[in-house]
Nanobody, 122 residues
Framework: VQLQASGGGLVQAGVSLRLSCAASRRTLSRYTMGWFRQAPGKEREFVARISRSGSYTYYSNSVKGRFTISRDNTKNTVYLQMNSLKPEDTAVYYC????????????????WGQGTLVTVSS
């Protein structure tokens, strides 16, 4: 599967942004999907993941209550709705796919998109 993330940009703190991740070559419904992020000088960290059907979602403590992961398998697309953005959310955001259950570590995911940069100014 090939993944293409989009929707990043430069925004002010407090606003919302929605990221999209479009899949090609394979049907997205086959995969557990996740979002990770990597800030400059830091390791890639888990943000959220969603089960194949969309019935189950998991979030890191740092984004729980502000971010929402969702998917539309008919459009082969996964979304990350980010509300109440903070400067510490600044990072390159990556979508990832796993043909098993995924997890909270980058090592749990087999396929990665190229990343989209989100910059939140104070």
């Amino acid at each position: 599967v090939q993944l293409q993330a989009s929707g990043g940009g430069l925004v002010q703190a407090g606003v919302s942004l929605r990221l999209s991740c479009a899949a090609s070559r394979r049907t997205l419904s086959r995969y557990t999907m996740g979002w990770f992020r990597q800030a400059p000088g830091k390791e890639r960290e888990f943000v959220a993941r969603i089960s194949r059907s969309g019935s189950y979602t998991y979030y890191s403590n740092s984004v729980k209550g502000r971010f929402t992961i969702s998917r539309d398998n008919t459009k082969n697309t996964v979304y990350l709705q980010m509300n109440s953005l903070k400067p510490e959310d600044t990072a390159v955001y990556y979508c990832a796919a796993d043909d098993s259950l995924g997890g909270s570590s980058p090592e749990n995911f087999d396929y990665w998109g190229q990343g989209t940069l989100v910059t939140v100014s104070s």
